[in-house]
């Protein structure tokens, strides 16, 4: 079973930047789609990006022009680079990855991002 472990996150001031890492047990390659996820209190998880095995990226409008995701081979690390940080974007932020064949769906443990004003 694949599991996936968040780190990176932290308090920043409005306007900040922040990097958020997803380390796979498995290699991303043989993950169909990987994204981040983010839950503010009192609020549904929404979805923030995605990319695929294929390279494309897709973002929320929400976040669209601020947040990045990139992979890193070598570390076989997926990263959400998030900048011009505002308080709304405060929330708990999950990876998560699906495989198509067999169709499963893994989560991480979560990691906290607090956007001071």
């Known amino acids: 079973q694949v599991q996936l472990v968040e780190s990176g996150g932290g308090l920043v001031q409005a306007g900040g930047s922040l990097r958020l890492s997803c380390v796979p047990s498995v290699r991303y390659f043989s993950l169909d789609v990987m994204g981040w996820y983010r839950q503010a209190p009192g609020k549904q998880r929404e979805l923030v990006g995605i990319?695929?095995?294929?390279?494309?990226?897709s973002y929320a409008d929400s976040v669209k022009g601020r947040f990045t995701i990139s992979r890193d081979a070598a570390k076989n690390t997926v990263y959400l680079q998030m900048n011009s940080l505002k308080p709304e974007d405060t929330a708990v932020y999950y990876c998560n990855a699906i495989t198509l064949s067999p169709r499963l769906e893994y989560w991480g443990q979560g990691t906290q991002v607090t956007v001071s004003s």
């Open positions: 990319t695929t095995s294929a390279g494309t990226t």
